[in-house]
């Protein structure tokens, strides 16, 4: 197996970490990565409130829901950021478990997919995360979160991610929802979103990213060919969805003094899905194999080796269909106690010393 430094299992004096001492590693991990990488967080607020503004039985469709609800979170200074939250909600007694979504602005969440959820007993619930900020790098200081803190360091991922705690607020507060059974996911730029929303908030039970690649759940130090590296983001006019500190990093990803294992690790011992495709070598889906593979041992000190898993499937960079049921079948499993029938830790990649490369 790939030797993915730095270990998980040592604290920054050298010791070795135990099942007592991982809140103290646990620490050490965050501080090494999330204000590095993406510029820290945005201020959570003084408060957030959730406010239905329609609650609608849908005609046809055997008693499903669809609520709309604001989510405005107001700052100490007396400001305020407000988005919208949409929940499909299955017919019986609640409360459901929730599959949130934060690609509102993609709608790869389409009426297939939520019919798809709804099915399994969950909540789907969309929002648009680039309402916290604009996905576009000429833009994206005059929007969103950044209209109320100009000068802020944290990068777009980071605006984006506060957006899904604060959906984690609002959830908190519908007599629907199973605050404590929230499972988010996203694609791509979106699911390096979700691993940073997980990673740094607690309250998420299930955590997948779907395909997050390069700055989310692919390797930095070690790669396969045609993966990205961190002067792709800065040719690409993206590097903005990124802190400071990451970006200077450019020409030299391999000297990052922290991997991307650190957030897979973040979320132990709660529940991780890593969803990748094999014909994606852009978000170099061996490298998030072997970031789970070490996260596992994590897992595995915490007395929950199973929470942890992932499923690599045939194709391209998409959030299919098929990368759903992947995640229902999870959810199934771990939150509705359900029996499935799916390997989520298989072994895989058995010539992986010859594809990855260390860079």
Known sequence: MIDIQPDLLLHDDGTRVTAASWPRRRRELYQAIVPHEYGGLPPAGAGTQATVLCDQTVRGRGGLRYLTCEVRTTFADGRDHAFLLAL???????????????????RYFDDAIVDMVVARGYIAASFNRTA???????????????????????????????????????????????????????HS????????????????????????????????????AGAEVVDDFCR?????????????????????????????????????????????????????????RAAAAVYALLGAPDRIGWCIREGGHAHAPVDFEALLDFADRHLAGRAVRREFQRRLYPELEQILRRV
Not at 256 to 261: A, F, S
Not at 264 to 290: C, F, I, K, Q, T
């Open 88 to 106: 499909w909600v299955p017919p019986g007694d609640g409360p459901f478990p929730v599959i949130l979504n934060g690609d509102g602005c993609w």
């Open 132 to 186: 916290m900020a604009a996905d576009d790098h000429r833009a994206y200081r005059s929007t969103g979160l950044y209209r109320l803190f100009p000068e802020a360091e944290f990068g777009a991922l980071a605006a984006w991610a506060w957006g899904y705690h604060r959906c984690i607020d609002a959830l908190a507060q519908l007599d629907c929802a199973r605050a404590d059974q929230i499972a988010i996911t996203g």
């Open 189 to 224: 730029r979106g699911g390096k979103t979700v691993l940073l929303a997980g990673a740094t908030d607690e309250r998420i039970a299930l955590t997948n990213p779907n395909d997050a690649g390069i700055g989310g759940t692919g390797l930095n130090r070690w790669k396969c």
């Open 236 to 292: 690409a006019g993206s590097i903005f969805w990124f802190g400071q500190g990451w970006r200077q990093y450019r020409y030299r990803d391999g000297e990052l003094p922290y991997d991307q294992h650190f957030l897979h690790a973040l979320v132990a011992p709660r529940l991780l899905l890593v969803n990748d495709a094999y014909e994606d070598p852009g978000a170099n889906p061996p490298g998030s194999y072997a970031a789970s």
